[in-house]
């Protein structure tokens, strides 16, 4: 068996625990050093390929690739960065193998969201028809938990245990001022198209009363009356109300609430603001004091009360991906395959890429309350184990302690370079 090099990027948002992902993938490569060579990271994700810009992950220590474990951020750069569909750009293409050949990459490792694995397809088409060998593994990353197949997608596990663990102890704030000042407090949470997020605050309502008393998902057109109504009745009964919204809540036209103009290079708006929005609307319909917060990067960064079932199942992508390609596998996923909720039992599974390149994965209508504004049981049932169990970083001076690798660019081959239009 002839031993080649891989080459492994970070795509998208990144997340509290794609970096143990890195972690479970670069350890794995490194006992199999009989098959695979050097591992390469693209600095700045694909970015790196195009630029011929890699990282020699080979020269880190085995202690500084265990600290990626606990370490949030993307620890290579990460790039929201589309490539065109094969015919459209083949320069695009052309460059990616051009790059490869000259670095002997045998191994492709994409690891990302929706968008990525439909990258990390193109590129297995790509290899087949340049007739460049180049085994293809799409690994899974996104705190929108919207993936099809795989049951949940690393990184989720993570937002959504830090949402519910911030609106839980919000809660318990309001609750105190509700006499004599806040009584609405509004809690905005990532989800373009799922609510999956916005679901995981509701783990944190165990009795009657407790917070948060309303969700807004997505999935749900927003009827402004009724949430208002809503908020009204709730703050009657309990004194306070406490809201968890998704970014992506939309009118009845289908507008985004928070929509701005900004675009990414999917062409995808930039969302953000629909908390005060919300809270604009409480403030002039029902004259009630309120407070906001856009947990925004936070709740994707929140390594420091990382779920330890998310941490082990991003470690555990990680180590599949080399593992289904060193078995021959080409153009898959590792999945997460759910074998029972109570007690909760995991295993790898593997899907094509071609069934989960673009596919979202929404919020399914039973695991929204019938009148639109909570989880249920079945719900609840499916989110608890995602944030099931801590796995705290090391603090030093009160702090926690993370890794910053060395990143040492590996010698570049070609005389050519590559202008990328971002
Ligand atoms: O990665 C997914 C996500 O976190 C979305 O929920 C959010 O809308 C988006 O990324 C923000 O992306 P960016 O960091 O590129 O602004």
């Not at 009118?251 to 969302?271: I, K």
Request: aromatic share 8%; with cysteine; charged share 25%.
């Amino acid at each position: 068996m002839t031993k080649r090099n891989a080459f492994y990027a970070q795509s998208g948002g990144v997340t509290a625990v794609i970096n143990a992902t890195a972690c479970g993938l670069i350890e794995t490569a490194r006992r199999h050093r009989d098959r695979i060579g050097k591992v390469y990271a693209g600095r700045n994700g694909i970015l790196g390929a195009l630029r011929e810009e890699l990282i020699d992950t080979g020269k880190e220590s085995p202690a500084a690739i265990r600290a990626l474990r606990h370490t949030p951020g993307g620890a290579f750069g990460s790039a929201r960065y589309k490539l065109k569909g094969l015919e459209e750009s083949r320069p695009e293409y052309q460059r990616l193998i051009e790059v490869f050949r000259a670095h002997d990459i045998g191994y492709f490792f994409y690891n990302g969201g929706n968008d990525s694995q439909d990258t990390a397809y193109k590129l297995s088409q790509l290899g087949e028809k340049m007739g460049y060998p180049l085994t293809c593994i799409g690994i899974p990353k996104t705190v929108d938990n919207d993936l099809p197949i795989t049951d949940t997608c690393p990184g989720f596990g993570s937002a959504a245990k830090y949402v519910a663990v911030s609106i839980r102890e919000a809660g318990y704030d309001v609750a105190s001022m509700a006499e004599t000042s806040t009584r609405v407090f509004i809690l905005e949470v990532m989800g373009r198209h799922a609510g999956w997020i916005a679901a995981a605050t509701g783990l944190a309502s165990a009795a009657a009363g407790d917070a948060p008393h309303i969700i807004l998902f997505p999935e749900i057109v927003f009827d402004e009356a009724a949430f208002l109504a809503r908020v009204n009745k709730t703050v009657m009964q309990y004194g306070h109300c406490v809201i968890a919204v998704s970014e992506g809540i939309k009118h009845p036209d289908g507008r985004f609430l928070s929509e701005s103009a900004a675009r990414d290079a999917f062409g995808h708006a930039q969302l953000g603001g629909v908390a005060p929005h919300l809270a604009q609307l409480i403030k002039d319909r029902l004259d009630l004091k309120h407070h906001w917060a856009v947990a925004d990067y936070l709740q994707r960064a929140a390594r420091h009360i990382a779920s330890k079932t998310d941490v082990e199942q991003a470690y555990a992508v990680g180590k599949a991906a080399v593992e289904l390609a060193l078995q021959g596998h080409n153009a898959v996923m590792p999945t997460i395959v759910r074998k029972s909720d109570r007690p909760y039992r995991w295993t790898i599974g593997v899907a094509p890429l071609a069934k989960v390149a673009n596919v979202e994965k929404k919020m399914p209508r039973h695991f929204i309350s019938r009148d639109g504004f909570h989880i249920t049981a079945a719900c609840r049932r499916y989110l608890q184990p995602l944030i099931a169990g801590e796995d705290y970083p090391p603090f030093t001076n009160g702090l926690p302690h993370y890794v910053r690798l060395k990143n040492l660019a590996v010698a570049k081959k070609l005389k050519t370079t590559f202008d990328v239009k971002k």
